[in-house]
């Protein structure tokens, strides 16, 4: 079970023992960590599931993904390099201690 | 205003196997509901075999609809394949309908492309432009309303907001605006409900709606682009070979998808803090509740009451085997009554948690791209009665939508309490 902390914009951490082969977004929504709502159900398809990658973990996750993950971050507010739409981010052992930041204003 | 009692007794008695949910007369007596419970219940993925769009199957629980939803490589949207409605003559050039292609009615790849063209408009940015402006009409169309006296809330409110706001987003001449209306209830209308009397006369009025927009697009695409979503998709590199069939198409996807659905919002919205006033009450003393007030509206109404796919291969889904070609209709509007996903699913709660879980606005790569506008076009307007009236009391039946796809209200009698 790796553990995921989730970073509000505010400050605020919440650390969530996700199931593996859950998505990073699964494990926020199941958990009720606010500002990832998971809108189109993880198809890369809404954008409301945006994280900020922390720098370290970058290597791991690997950058957002050519095609719909890419296209989808060119029309969410506020994507920068090491942005992913967490839905895209499938969780491993690999992934155990991942940091994720949330934007400001992710409803 | 509740189910009839007929319909009630009917639906507990009638063989599983009769039961057909796409009748339109369901709808116009909102007595569908004790259908779907039973459905739900004993046989929640459904085959009719006879229904005035052929054979179907409905599916019926919330994560059903959730996995039917996102599982667009076997439940087809493609035009080619079908449609993404029960009725082919809605979107598709056969038993009188015309030829409507969007995206909303294709797969990936072409889908997203044609999506991604159009996203901007929504965009979060786009948004916080458009909020003074949304304000100050509402505040303008609800400061012309009289104060005790009836009035139809549908044209008086609805449909003027929803209009207005639409005129503003594809930039149309707002004093035309009332032909957008009239053009969004002729897409979804067919012969002998009361809008259009032939199908010639549908296609003909259609065909003026394309000749309008296509003004609009030369016009925009000699000028320089500007954020209203005619020059964006004029402007638009993978938008620029659209035939006229699926310009007319994309057109009335917009069209209809931001205006019907919004609307029967904003009605249904009345007709929920009538029937519940004490949470009406609840959302005046406390106003931080209007957004969970908004999602709470939309699931309770689910302005769209089905959606179809096309299954692309033979499939097993919860035990029942799905043929290549047959339609899959999910009904959300019974999604949203599931009673093992949603407690006291029948009831209209501002405070419910969780509610914008809910399937209104479908989920997958189809998921509504404007949803972000309903809710603040929602929420304006519901921070702004709050603010001026006391109650907004229904005063007569109302009178709904013979239609199986969209659910609304043709007239709503209300009076304003100061
Ligand atoms: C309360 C209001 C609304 C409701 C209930 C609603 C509902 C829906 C539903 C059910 C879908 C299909 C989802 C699926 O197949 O999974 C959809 C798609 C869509 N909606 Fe909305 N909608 C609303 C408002 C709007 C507005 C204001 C706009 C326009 C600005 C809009 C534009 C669209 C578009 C373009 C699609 C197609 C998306 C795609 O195929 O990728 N909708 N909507
Ligand atoms: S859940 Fe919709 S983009 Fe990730």
């Known amino acids: ?107 | 205003m509740a189910t009839p009692a007929a319909d009630s007794e009917r639906a507990r008695t009638i063989p599983l196997d009769e039961i057909d949910v796409s009748a339109p007369d369901l709808y116009v007596r909102d007595a569908a509901h004790p259908y779907f419970a039973r459905l739900r219940r004993e046989d929640p993925v459904h085959y009719c075999a006879r229904s005035a769009y052929g054979p179907y199957w409905s599916v019926t629980r919330f994560n059903d609809i959730v996995a039917i939803d996102t599982n667009h490589k076997v439940f087809s949207s493609d035009a080619s394949v079908g449609s993404f409605v029960l009725d082919d003559a809605t979107l598709n050039p056969v038993n009188g309908g015309i030829f409507l292609p969007n995206f909303l009615g294709m797969d990936p790849p072409r889908h997203d492309i044609h999506r991604m063209a159009v996203s901007p408009i929504v965009a979060p940015q786009n948004l916080a432009r458009l909020e003074s402006t949304i304000r100050k009409r509402t505040q303008h169309v609800l400061d012309g309303l009289p104060v005790g006296e009836a009035f139809n809330w549908v044209d008086r409110v609805s449909i003027e907001l929803t209009t207005l706001m639409l005129a503003t987003l594809l930039d149309f001449p707002l004093e035309e605006r009332r032909r957008l209306t009239r053009w969004s209830d002729v897409v979804t209308a067919s012969p002998g409900t009361g809008v259009i009397d032939t199908w010639e006369q549908r296609e003909k009025e259609l065909r003026e709606c394309e000749a309008c927009f296509r003004d609009l697009w030369n016009q925009r695409s000699r000028q320089p682009p500007r954020p209203d979503l005619i020059s964006m998709l004029a402007h638009s590199p993978a938008m620029q070979n659209l035939s006229a069939e699926e310009f007319l198409g994309t057109v009335v996807l917009l069209v209809v998808g931001g205006n019907d659905t919004t609307r029967n919002s904003m009605s249904g919205g009345v007709l929920a803090q009538h029937l519940y006033p004490g949470e009406y009450a609840k959302a005046r003393a406390d106003r931080s509740l209007v957004p969970n007030m908004v999602s709470e509206i939309v699931r309770w109404q689910t302005p769209i009451l089905h959606m179809r796919r096309t299954a692309l291969e033979d499939v097993e889904f919860r035990g029942k085997r799905i043929r290549k070609g047959d339609k899959v209709a999910m009904w959300y509007i019974s999604g949203n009554r599931d009673e093992e996903v949603i407690e006291r699913p029948e009831e209209f709660i501002v405070d419910r948690p969780r509610a914008r879980h809910h399937l209104s606005f479908g989920f997958g790569i189809h998921r509504c791209l404007g949803n972000r506008l309903a809710e603040l076009q929602l929420r304006i307007l519901w921070e702004e009665v709050l603010e001026r009236f006391s109650r907004v009391e229904v005063v007569g039946e109302p009178v709904r939508v013979p239609s199986n796809l969209i659910r609304g209200f043709v007239d709503l009698p209300v009076r304003l309490h100061a």
Do not use: F
Not at chain 1, 2 to 11: A, N, Q
Not at chain 1, 54 to 63: E, F, I, N, Q, V
Not at chain 1, 85 to 105: F, H, K, N, W
């Open chain 1, 1 to 107: 079970m790796p553990k995921i902390t989730y970073i509000s914009s505010d400050g605020a951490e919440h650390v969530v023992d996700a199931e593996n082969g859950l998505s990073a977004m699964e494990a926020a929504v199941r958990n009720n960590v606010p500002g990832i709502d998971g809108d189109c159900g993880g198809m890369a398809a809404c954008g409301t599931c945006h994280v900020y990658v922390d720098r370290a973990w970058l290597g791991k996750t690997g950058a957002a993904r050519e095609g719909v993950e890419r296209d989808m971050l060119s029309v969410t507010d506020g994507a920068a390099d090491n942005s992913r739409l967490a839905c895209q981010i499938a969780l491993t052992e690999e992934l155990d201690g991942l940091v994720l930041r949330l934007p400001s204003g992710q409803h």
